[in-house]
């Protein structure tokens, strides 16, 4: 099957500073990029919606100035939690899907967990 | 509005056989996924379910009834590599992934 990775997996950082986290597909082209956030023993909330080339689609209540998200390839995604504080720590998960909406399943990538001091 | 049910934990023996299910309203339908992921790892497919009936994929199958919107993932000769969460999900008409809150599936020697 097709591989995404994401990168990295784990990062500690100070409150305040930015993180940038990573998100590839390896072997095919990602139109549509997805980032998710979850908490401990909850499921996958969909942060944004990032498709190559325009904007990201942010979903309720997701501050888009604090998440950045950037797709300026067809193989990469990027999120930046900026001005980061603890409450920002969380698992952080990417998905990619190959081709078209209704093609089938979405790759994810290892997650990438954040801690904020 | 959008909702996905399954029951939060499940417990089942090694060996045994478990059913997980789930029941979906959604704007739409345009297919019923199942994932597993192991507590602090990202999920991995399992099936994908867009036409009624039973999809059997080693000792995994997924049954889907859309009349019914319901689903339920089978797992047959259980292993204590099965205990994790199952995630189901819905593509709603606009094709965005509807998630459900995940099923804890442990199993006991």
């Known amino acids: 099957g097709a591989v995404v990775s994401q990168h990295p997996s784990w990062v500690i950082c100070k409150s305040g500073t930015s993180v940038k986290i990573e998100c590839r597909s390896l072997?095919?082209?990602?139109?549509?990029m997805f980032w998710y956030r979850q908490f401990p023993k909850q499921s996958l909330m969909l942060m944004a919606t990032s498709n190559e080339g325009s904007k990201a689609t942010y979903e309720q209540g997701v501050e888009k100035d604090k998440f950045l998200i950037n797709h300026a390839s067809l193989t990469l995604s990027t999120l930046t939690v900026t001005s980061a504080h603890p409450e920002d720590s969380s698992f952080y998960i990417c998905?990619?899907?190959?081709?078209?909406?209704?093609?089938?399943?979405?790759?994810f990538g290892e997650g990438s967990r954040l801690t904020v001091l | 509005g959008q909702n996905i049910d399954q029951p939060t934990e499940m417990t089942a023996t090694e060996g045994a056989i478990v059913q997980i299910n789930c029941t979906y309203q959604?704007?739409?339908?345009?297919?019923l996924f199942w994932y597993q992921q192991h507590a602090g790892e990202a999920p991995t497919f399992l099936s994908y379910n867009v036409l009624d009936g039973l999809e059997e994929k080693g000792r995994f199958s997924s049954f889907l009834s859309r009349s019914k919107g319901y689903s339920y993932l089978l797992l047959k000769e259980l292993q204590m590599k099965d205990s994790a969460s199952y995630l189901c999900a819905v593509t709603d008409s606009n094709y965005q992934l509807i998630w459900g809150a995940g099923t804890k599936l442990i199993i006991k020697p």
């Open positions: 072997d095919f082209q990602a139109t549509t």
């Open positions: 959604t704007s739409g339908f345009n297919g």
């Open positions: 998905s990619a899907r190959q081709g078209a909406p209704d093609t089938g399943e979405l790759f």
